[in-house]
């Protein structure tokens, strides 16, 4: 299986700051990499796919980079909204992987 | 708007088999643009694939579940279900079926809002 291994695990920031969140594949997944946003009680909701393109709705502040194993979200400006958990996930290789989460803390 | 409800038991025994069905509106689950996929979640834990099926009817499953898993689509009722067999402790969590789009690099596009199933006796 390709680990996905996010971090920080958890982050701590303020409305306004700029936050950036690391994921790590084992091995290469090209561009099949996509992030997602969940609240609590709440399914995940699609931010990014294929690295970088923004799903349609999603505020312009998210956005995505990186190439084979290291990807990076990145939200430029927080929310008050923006605070929750997210996830990014291969669809490379089977079986379908997601990372651990990083849980967006407000400070 | 495409909206996927799941529907099943909330409480299954041990060594039982669970029975979920997802229900999609607005849009077909036979359409070769879409995998239809089931994924969990344990309480206060990440998101784990279960396995997928395609209108032709194949289907990938996590190795790890492989062995109890079936994955099955009906295009007259327009759902896809999912049998998880000998369940135990370890399967309790919030399973959500989830639409993969392949226009998109397969991501997963569309969730339901998730179906807690809890084995206990």
């Known amino acids: 299986d390709i680990q996905m291994t996010q971090s920080p695990s958890s982050v701590s920031a303020s409305v306004g700051d700029r936050v950036t969140i690391t994921c790590r594949a084992s091995h290469n997944v090209t561009k099949w990499l996509a992030w997602y946003q969940q609240k609590p009680g709440k399914a995940p909701q699609l931010l990014i796919y294929?690295?970088?393109s923004l799903q349609t709705g999603v505020p312009s502040r998210f956005s995505g980079s990186g190439s084979g194993t290291d990807f990076t979200l990145t939200i430029s400006s927080l929310q008050p909204e923006d605070f929750a958990t997210y996830y990014c996930?291969?669809?490379?290789?089977?079986?379908?992987?997601f990372g651990q989460g990083t849980r967006l803390e407000i400070k | 708007q495409v909206q996927l409800q799941e529907s099943g038991p909330g409480l299954v025994k041990p060594s039982q088999t669970l029975s979920l069905t997802c229900t999609v509106s607005g849009g077909s689950v036979g359409s070769g643009s879409f995998y239809w996929s089931w994924i969990r979640q344990p309480a206060g834990k990440g998101l784990e694939w279960i396995g997928r099926v395609y209108t032709s009817g194949s289907t990938h499953y996590n190795p790890s579940l492989k062995s109890r898993v079936t994955i099955s689509m009906d295009t007259s009722n327009n759902q896809v279900s999912l049998t998880l067999t000998s369940v135990t402790a370890a399967d309790t969590a919030v399973y959500y079926c989830?639409?993969?789009?392949?226009?998109?690099?397969?991501?997963?596009?569309?969730w339901g809002q998730g179906t807690l199933v809890t084995v206990s006796s």
């Open positions: 996930q291969q669809a490379n290789t089977f079986p379908i992987t």
């Open positions: 989830a639409r993969e789009n392949i226009q998109l690099w397969f991501p997963f596009d569309y």
């Open positions: 294929s690295v970088s």
